[in-house]
Each structure stands twice: as C-alpha cells, then as structure tokens.
C-alpha cells in the first residue's frame, strides 16, 4: 500500500506565495510520475504540474511562469512552490504518485489541502 501525504496550503493574499510538499511512502520499486492535481468548486479535477521519470515536467497553461515543481534527489518527494497567486488559483490541490511496486502498479492520490488566494 503506498500512501501519500501533503502538507503546506491555507490562506494567502493575492500576488502571494505558498509551498506544497508531497510524500509518497510504503515499498516503491520505482516512481513514473509524481505531480499535482487541483479542483476548484464547481469545476473538474485538472493538473498543475507534474514531473515524468525521464521526460521532464509538464504544467498547465495557467501556471507556467509562476509555479515551479522539483523533486527531492532520492527521495519520493515532491515540492511545488507557487509564485504571485491568483484568486483563481484557489482550490483543493491533490498529490499523485504513480508507480511500481512488487508485482504491480500503483496509482496514489493524497488527502487534499486547501489553498485560498484572497485579500
């Protein structure tokens, strides 16, 4: 069972910074991608940013410039720094890891931690 835990998020003004870390633990042979998610209300889940083994990182539209993902060497964690906050940046952001584990593949979500640009 692989479990992956997020921490960081809560309430910041416009133009604003935050940092999201994310950990994935439990046996892991070997991670294919590790990135984040986020769902604002009312709308479906889309991706932020996430880092493939091998292929480099990948960001939506609306963050590239501002949001930067990077990846703990030998470790399976992930932290995304976010630059100069939008009001619509706010939304539950969620943690994927994907992977291998013995004998099988994994697809893990975390919990999910809030973040709310507002002034």
């Known amino acids: 069972q692989v479990q992956v835990v997020e921490s960081g998020g809560g309430l910041v003004q416009p133009g604003g910074s935050l940092r999201l870390s994310c950990a994935a633990s439990?046996?892991?042979?070997?991670?294919?991608?590790m990135g984040w998610y986020r769902q604002a209300p009312g709308k479906e889940r889309e991706l932020v940013a996430i880092?493939?083994?091998?292929?480099?990182?990948d960001y939506a539209d609306s963050v590239k410039g501002r949001f930067t993902l990077s990846r703990d060497n030998g470790k399976n964690t992930v932290v995304l720094q976010m630059n100069n906050l939008k009001p619509d940046d706010t939304a539950v952001y969620y943690c994927?890891?994907?992977?291998?584990?013995?004998?099988?593949?994994?697809?893990?979500w975390g919990q999910g931690t809030l973040v709310t640009v507002s002034s």
């Open positions: 880092l493939n083994n091998g292929a480099g990182t």
């Open positions: 994927n890891a994907k992977g291998r584990q013995v004998g099988k593949n994994f697809d893990a």
């Open positions: 439990g046996t892991i042979l070997g991670m294919n991608a």
